[in-house]
């Protein structure tokens, strides 16, 4: 049984249960399974293994915080090279996502759906229960698959601290 932690974070301003654990540098990163936006069933740090990795979770592409996250994520990943991969993971469905990304032009990220399984949501203490959507967090993994930076936003609509996100990932290659 997963760990579950009620009252962490507020959605329509009740109080909700985060499933999972918080991840902290220093950690392993766990492994999970998503769907990519074929439906395929996708293992992201075996797929970019070597790689610095950036994980960041959003509750869906079709909000405009997540939208601008997203973009930006998308804009910085040119700048980073090759040896950075980027993830977007939310709960949409995997057609929403590819949708969503067509209509911003986003083609730097992939983003992974965990609809179907929850697994990344349950193993990085994003997965919001009750709603079934991630709470907004980022982590960067480095090539040895240790995190090297995690940060959970403590409101929904909060973005990241991209500036400290890309000094980890600089620092991690």
Not at 56 to 67: E, F, I, P, Q, Y
Not at 145 to 169: K, Q, S
Request: glycine share 8%; proline share 5%.
């Amino acid at each position: 049984m997963a760990l579950e932690r009620f009252g962490l974070i507020q959605f329509g301003g009740a109080d909700q249960t985060v499933v999972g654990p918080d991840i902290k540098p220093g950690d392993s990163a766990p492994d999970f399974v998503a769907i990519g936006q074929d439906w395929a069933e996708v293992r992201p740090l075996k797929a970019s293994a070597g790689m610095v990795i950036v994980l960041a979770a959003v509750l869906s592409l079709d909000t405009s915080v997540c939208d601008r996250e997203t973009r930006r994520f998308n804009t910085e990943a040119s700048s980073l090279g090759p040896d950075v991969q980027i993830y977007v993971v939310s709960t949409d469905l995997p057609f929403t996502q590819k949708r969503s990304c067509v209509a911003a032009g986003i083609d730097q990220v992939t983003t992974l759906s965990d609809h179907l399984h929850a697994d990344f949501g349950s193993r990085y203490g994003c997965l919001i229960k009750e709603m079934r959507i991630l709470r907004r967090a980022v982590f960067v993994i480095g090539r040895d698959g240790t995190v090297t930076y995690a940060d959970y936003m403590p409101v929904l609509g909060n973005e990241p601290r991209y500036d400290d996100v890309l000094a980890a990932v600089k620092k991690a290659l």
